[in-house]
């Protein structure tokens, strides 16, 4: 018996309003309109599609948005959500749990005939490698002409691409390094038939945009939001908890929380994992590299008030003396870490026992514009949240008229 997705979101039983919502973007989209060309945010176009341009693409985009470094046997043999995929979810409960599709990869008359209710379009979807972060090997049944998953796999972009929108809410051009705030992974996990019921209900509890990389090592749920991987150039120690550098975390998150086939040695987790041959380490060098091309997004036109924003900006560097921690360009003063008291959030994700450095890095403020929640736990909604606890914690005694120009200056990076 199969978990159902439906009972896994608030969104349930959405689906006819979400089919007119869609084919009301499909009608104003004009049945599409695709880029001819590799685009700015690294999208690759149909005619590049026909012509090999994956293969060619720069290798550690390749390996960001397609590797599954090997962790098929994981998530097809052990967790066994393929059986759920090609059963249970249609391309509307996918939108609904947060996965996103590449327009880029489809015919551009596919979704204006598909069923989007049907779970054999899911699978077309995944043929096609258009399930930003899924990976599956797709085949036809001789008897009954249907498609089944040989096996499935997850990639980098899971968890840390979006889309442009620009077909429909969650279907366009990909956008590399922004995190999926929309993508309920503890959702997803859950519905395995592998898992025990107290374990599920843990994973479902995490809700979207959130997910915990260490509940696997101590048992404790502490889910934090999902970070960006644009940025990091010139950004020490990229964690919540200071725990770098890159290679590291992208090392650590291959081998125990994506399952890759890999080696990773870790004494105060208590990890020494090594496996031959490792698919993770040959990666890692090109993936930094691409990684670090991922620029911060500037805010769209309109987002914030310039005059206030440039006021905002003096009361961030002088009278509040954000900058004194956030200290620009980069607006963090890692590698420094800071103990958990001095920060208005909850200590319980730094003091836990899988936590090395027991200790926080200083938050980069980049793309703030499009990432709330705020802090590690998403406790501030709003940036205006934000000011309000700083001020408040820090005695600041701003004025209101200073915290709403600060809020200016922050929704400007």
Not at 206 to 215: A, C, Q, S
Request: with cysteine.
């Amino acid at each position: 018996m199969h978990f159902n997705y439906r009972n896994l979101h608030p969104m349930a039983g959405s689906k006819r309003r979400l089919t007119t919502l869609l084919c009301l973007f499909l009608f104003l989209a004009g049945a599409f309109a695709f880029k001819a060309v590799h685009s700015e945010d690294g999208s690759f176009s149909r005619r590049h599609h026909h012509r090999g341009g994956i293969a060619r693409a720069m290798p550690g985009k390749q390996i960001f948005r397609h590797d599954t470094f090997g962790n098929e046997p994981f998530w097809t043999g052990q967790l066994r959500l393929h059986e759920v995929i090609q059963t249970a979810v249609d391309p509307l409960t996918a939108l609904e749990l947060g996965l996103k599709v590449d327009a880029d990869r489809l015919p551009k008359d596919f979704l204006g005939r598909a069923d989007l209710e049907d779970p054999q379009t899911t699978l077309e979807l995944l043929r096609r490698d258009a399930v930003l972060g899924l990976k599956a090997k797709v085949k036809r049944n001789r008897k009954t002409g249907d498609l089944q998953i040989v096996k499935l796999g997850t990639t980098c972009a899971l968890c840390h691409s979006v889309v442009d929108d620009s077909v429909a809410p969650g279907i366009g051009s990909r956008l590399d390094g922004w995190a999926n705030l929309d993508l309920n992974v503890g959702a997803i996990v859950a519905s395995s038939p592998a898992i025990d019921e107290s374990t599920k209900e843990v994973f479902r509890s995490w809700g979207p945009g959130r997910y915990d990389p260490y509940f696997n090592q101590d048992s404790q749920s502490l889910p934090v939001v999902l970070p960006p991987a644009y940025g990091l150039q010139g950004v020490e120690l990229e964690t919540f908890l200071g725990v770098g550098p890159i290679s590291y975390w992208n090392r650590y998150v291959a081998v125990t929380q994506m399952h890759g086939q890999g080696s990773f040695f870790e004494p105060a987790l208590g990890l020494d994992i090594r496996v031959r041959p490792d698919r993770v380490r040959p990666k890692l060098n090109a993936l930094l590299k691409y990684q670090l091309t991922l620029k911060t997004p500037p805010p769209p036109d309109g987002f914030f008030d310039p005059a206030a924003a440039a006021r905002g900006e003096e009361i961030f560097i002088n009278k509040a003396g954000c900058a004194t921690c956030h200290v620009p360009p980069t607006f963090t003063d890692a590698p420094l870490l800071w103990d958990p008291e001095f920060i208005p959030t909850n200590p319980a994700y730094a003091l836990r026992p899988a936590s090395i450095t027991k200790k926080w890095r200083t938050t980069p403020l980049r793309g703030l514009w499009q990432h709330a929640p705020y802090f590690h736990d998403g406790s501030a909604e709003t940036l205006e949240d934000v000011v309000e606890i700083y001020d408040l914690w820090f005695g600041l005694d701003l004025t209101p008229e200073e915290k709403a120009d600060l809020v200016q200056f922050l929704r400007s990076l």
